[in-house]
């Protein structure tokens, strides 16, 4: 069975800071793909960054970027420059059948608080 | 491009009583899905369509939850009768369903039910 992991509850870090949010997930498929979502208050789900399992580099995206570590099965989140909008809660997200239109599975979420 | 469309944004029932949302996805998106988010907790699918047909369904309490996706553009989630468990946030998400940026999954803005 597919499963998401995200043991932090809750991060603070101060603006203009980089910060780390963890994500490890367990699959049997050879293929998949990872995913980060923000969820700010009003409840939208914003889509963030994608990892292929079989990209090589890692995948970033402006001030997003995806620290993807195979063997480990772990696929963090790292913010930089950290913004006073970027307080939300942060999904980590897997879908299985890679290109295939497997359901994506997500995390508990950890909430990142940005102080000024 | 429009993005994920869903409404009513927000609903108060009763229980017992029937409740029904709306979306309508990204154009050309094949697959649709239906998510609960219970507050707290990450979103759990409901139902995955591709195009008009269902893919996953095996999360759907069916003796009280159903949907459709006639012509396989919009789609409808009913609740009947309502109870207070079914409380959430009812978000709905669609993708090309191909490829590997088709693979990203767009959330719309979600519809909040509350079960009273």
């Known amino acids: 069975a597919q499963k998401i992991t995200q043991t932090q509850p809750g991060m603070f870090v101060q603006e203009k800071e980089a910060v780390t949010l963890d994500c490890t997930y367990d699959?049997?498929?050879?293929?998949?793909?990872l995913f980060w979502y923000k969820q700010p208050s009003s409840g939208e789900m914003i889509f963030l960054i994608y990892q292929g399992s079989y990209d090589e580099q890692n995948a970033t995206e402006g001030r997003y970027s995806l620290n993807f570590q195979k063997a480990r099965k772990s696929a963090n989140l790292v913010i930089s420059a950290s913004q006073l909008g970027d307080s939300a809660m942060y999904f980590c997200?897997?879908?299985?059948?890679?290109?295939?239109?497997?359901?994506?599975?997500f995390g508990q979420g950890t909430e990142l608080s940005v102080k000024p | 491009e429009a993005g994920v469309a869903q409404s009513p944004r927000y609903k108060i029932i009763e229980k017992r009583q029937s409740v029904a949302f709306w979306c309508n996805p990204i154009s050309g998106h094949a697959t649709l899905y239906w998510y609960q988010q219970i507050l707290g907790q990450g979103p759990k699918l409901l139902i995955q369509f591709q195009n008009n047909g269902v893919v996953d369904d095996s999360q759907l309490p069916k003796d009280r939850f159903s949907a459709e996706r006639l012509k396989g553009v919009d789609s409808t989630l009913k609740i009947q009768p309502a109870k207070l468990e079914d409380s959430a946030v009812y978000l709905c998400a669609s993708s090309l369903g191909s490829g590997a940026r088709g693979n990203t999954i767009y959330f719309g803005e979600g519809s909040w039910l509350t079960v009273v």
């Open positions: 997200a897997m879908r299985g059948r890679h290109n295939q239109g497997g359901k994506l599975i």
């Open positions: 699959t049997s498929d050879q293929s998949y793909g």
